[in-house]
């Protein structure tokens, strides 16, 4: 009987020391870096896990002050595990702002095209209808390379699918030509704090299981 009874005790001691024993989760880590000015705000964003192994890494920029401060071209980059993005993306986000609410519910096209062309619709992006006066449209970073190698003094353009133009704003493309150095030394410093990262980085809470 005392045998018996002695079995079902040791093992919820066992159990009970073999929980006391796991080991507490670390939190996790993000070491962020970057740069802003001259309307050009670049970030790289690197997280770990409490061990300071990399997750993902994250890029984000955006290049200002067209039309008035209401254009922005803008891009976001993220690679899981150990690898860092490639320099270049492969969608440009536009946001446009200052649009009256019957804009949002037409069918409007967005058109990037050389400066002092007439904007074709067949080249148009589909516009897409955010809130308050805001419009956006995403387009290919080979159709921005291959126009700013031909004509770096371009033009954005809303227009109607017969193509009478509703806004259009130039865009110095010549504007993005250092972006590539400036993500590089991004990801390049967070990489560095990354090496460091309970000194250089900020802890962030894990996530608990369900």
């Not at 740069?35 to 409490?50: E, H, Q």
């Not at 609410?101 to 080249?123: E, F």
């Not at 209808?129 to 353009?157: E, F, H, N």
């Amino acid at each position: 009987m005392k045998a018996s009874l002695l079995a079902p005790a040791l093992l919820i001691l066992l159990s009970g020391c073999a929980t006391a024993a796991l080991p507490r989760a670390e939190p996790g880590w993000t070491c962020a870096s970057g740069s802003s000015g001259d309307g050009i705000d670049v970030r790289a964003i690197r997280t770990l896990d409490g061990f300071g192994r990399q997750r993902d890494v994250g890029v984000q920029w955006s290049v200002g002050g067209f039309d008035r401060g209401r254009l922005v071209l803008s891009a976001i980059q993220k690679s899981p595990g150990a690898g860092d993005p490639r320099t270049a993306p492969k969608e440009l986000l536009i946001s446009w702002s200052g649009f009256a609410g019957r804009t949002l519910k037409q069918r409007l096209l967005i058109v990037l095209h050389p400066a002092g062309d007439v904007p074709n619709p067949l080249d148009g992006t589909a516009m897409i209808p955010y809130m308050d006066g805001l419009v956006g449209a995403v387009i290919s970073w080979q159709r921005i390379k291959a126009l700013a190698r031909g004509s770096p003094a371009a033009q954005i353009s809303l227009i109607e699918p017969d193509g009478r133009v509703l806004r259009s704003a130039p865009v110095d493309l010549r504007r993005l030509a250092g972006l590539r150095q400036r993500v590089r030394l991004a990801l390049d410093d967070s990489r560095a704090k990354a090496a460091t990262f309970r000194k250089s980085c900020e802890p962030v809470a894990e996530s608990s299981a369900p």
